[in-house]
T-cell receptor, first 117, second 110 residues
Framework: DGGITQSPKYLFRKEGQNVTLSCEQN?????MYWYRQDPGQGLRLIYY???????QKGDIAEGYSVSREKKESFPLTVTSAQKNPTAFYLC????????????????FGPGTRLTVL | SQQGEEDPQALSIQEGENATMNCSYK?????LQWYRQNSGRGLVHLIL?????REKHSGRLRVTLDTSKKSSSLLITASRAADTASYFC??????????FGPGTRLSVLP
């Protein structure tokens, strides 16, 4: 059963704690992405990775960190430096780029809802 | 302002009616995509239209693209209650990552 999974579905964090959100895909996609979505809003890009061991900051990277040690995994850590982390986090993957241009659609996971207590 | 912006922000129609939502963007694109998001879920890809295409169909969906006006429209015909969702357009202006608009929230009333 191919797809992209995120865990946990719901996550609660105390202030000052770091938490890590998991994202795994078995689609053999090169590119992976993390987005943040606030209520009634669109998606904002946090980080993206087009290849293993490489990633780039998106529009709102401050207070977040990522790693891409394996092609199928792209975990996101929400650090204590992120002042307002309560949001819905979406992970996505795509086949990647060709000649520098994105060539394909994105496949999304079901999301993780993070709440800071 | 954003690369992609959907209009209207919210739309409420009766079941069986058609729903039209629009997307405007600012820079040149290779393609434009539409996604649907049910409440509390991830996004699902609906349709991709390339910059050299003017119209594309997929089932009850019809997408148009006008590159001279930098705009696209998504038409859902004979809407159903199950079409109730938020709809987003996405472009890749720099060719490196996607940019999503704020979305149109569609409510289809039975």
């Amino acid at each position: 059963d191919g797809g992209i999974t995120q865990s946990p579905k719901y996550l609660f964090r105390k202030e000052g704690q770091n938490v890590t959100l998991s994202c795994e895909q078995n689609l053999n996609h090169d590119a992976m992405y993390w987005y943040r979505q606030d209520p009634g809003q669109g998606l904002r890009l946090i980080y993206y990775s087009q290849i293993v061991n490489d990633f780039q900051k998106g529009d709102i990277a401050e207070g977040y960190s990522v790693s891409r040690e394996k092609k199928e995994s792209f975990p996101l850590t929400v650090t204590s430096a992120q002042k307002n982390p309560t949001a819905f986090y979406l992970c996505a993957s795509s086949r990647g780029t060709s000649g520098g241009a994105l060539i394909d659609t994105q496949y999304f996971g079901p999301g993780t809802r993070l709440t800071v207590l | 302002s954003q690369q992609g912006e959907e209009d209207p922000q919210a739309l409420s129609i009766q079941e069986g009616e058609n729903a039209t939502m629009n997307c405007s963007y600012k820079t040149s694109i290779n393609n434009l995509q539409w996604y649907r998001q049910n409440s509390g879920r991830g996004l699902v890809h609906l349709i991709l239209i390339r910059s050299n295409e003017r119209e594309k169909h997929s089932g009850r969906l019809r997408v148009t693209l006008d590159t001279s006006k930098k705009s696209s429209s998504l038409l859902i015909t004979a809407s159903r209650a199950a079409d109730t969702a938020s709809y987003f357009c996405a472009t890749a202006p720099g060719g490196q990552n996607f940019v999503f608009g704020p979305g149109t929230r569609l409510s289809v009333l039975p």
